[in-house]
């Protein structure tokens, strides 16, 4: 089992910046590959971002790519999304997510995340 619990998110305007937060406790943290997803009013759920077990890879949505960034630090069990020059558009739940010993370096699936995190409001107000 493995346990996430997410942080960071708030209000903030047009062409600010978050960084979120996921702390993960349980297994392993390095056995799994983290991703980040997230859920607009009436949208949905959509990826966002994903990282390596080692931290090696990233890999990102088309909607957020060259605005945001995920890492994750193996020693604090803890991956991270700095997020830039936020639209109104980003606005929604973002969830972390958990895959433990996923046979590919990249997982964009949502239905292939075995861990998911309750969520953390982004708003961004134009």
């Known amino acids: 089992q493995v346990q996430l619990v997410e942080s960071g998110g708030g209000l903030v305007q047009a062409g600010g910046s978050l960084r979120l937060s996921c702390a993960a406790s349980?297994?392993?943290?390095?056995?799994?590959?983290m991703g980040w997803f997230r859920q607009a009013p009436g949208k949905e759920r959509e990826f966002v971002a994903g990282?390596?077990?080692?931290?090696?890879?990233?890999y990102y949505g088309n909607s957020v790519k060259g605005r945001f960034t995920i890492s994750r630090d193996n020693a604090k069990n803890t991956v991270y999304l700095q997020m830039n020059s936020l639209k109104p558009e980003d606005t929604a739940v973002y969830y972390c997510?958990?895959?433990?010993?996923?046979?590919?370096?990249?997982?964009?699936?949502?239905?292939?995340?075995?861990?998911w995190g309750h969520g953390t409001q982004v708003t961004v107000s134009s």
């Open positions: 349980g297994r392993t943290f390095s056995e799994n590959t």
């Open positions: 997510a958990a895959v433990t010993s996923a046979v590919r370096v990249i997982v964009r699936d949502q239905s292939d995340y075995h861990y």
């Open positions: 990282v390596s077990r080692s931290g090696g890879t990233t």
